[in-house]
């Protein structure tokens, strides 16, 4: 392969898989709606955690927050992003745990249970709208 590679992380999955994962700090812009976003949901004890399975149409960025603030995850771990015609993977947890506690505050709600700890684990402690 031509050009160095990106950093990479070794995640490992439900069942002993291993995934090697790039990480860069900013994504690239894409031109198109080609951005997947999945998300790691922990089932807790006795299922653990998994990628969530989801319709390909609805693995973008606005469906995935629409869908984190609906309660429709259980535990969310850890946000994925990756762009496989521009060639880049990346951790976007902070940034999205970020999007949630501004779209909570601007429109004066709590943040939903599902995502509390999703969100002080990722950003810090969440603040409750004044």
């Known amino acids: ?9 070794t995640l490992k999955a439900h069942g002993g898989a291993v995934l090697e994962v790039g990480v860069m700090r900013r994504s690239p812009r894409s031109g198109g709606d080609q951005e997947v976003y999945l998300v790691l949901d922990n089932f807790g004890s006795g299922v653990g955690r998994a990628w969530r399975e989801t319709n390909v ?21 850890r946000i994925i992003a990756f ?14 745990a970020d999007e949630l506690r501004e779209r909570c505050a601007d429109h004066r709600r709590d943040l939903p249970f599902s995502v509390q700890e999703f969100v002080e684990r990722c950003i810090g402690r969440t603040e409750k709208p004044r």
């Open 1 to 9: 392969m031509a050009g160095a590679a990106p950093a990479s992380n």
């Open 57 to 77: 149409e609805h693995t973008d960025l606005e469906t995935v927050i629409t869908d984190l603030l609906d309660g429709q995850y259980n535990n969310p771990v």
């Open 83 to 96: 762009n496989v015609a521009e060639g880049w993977t990346r951790d976007v947890s902070e940034d999205v």
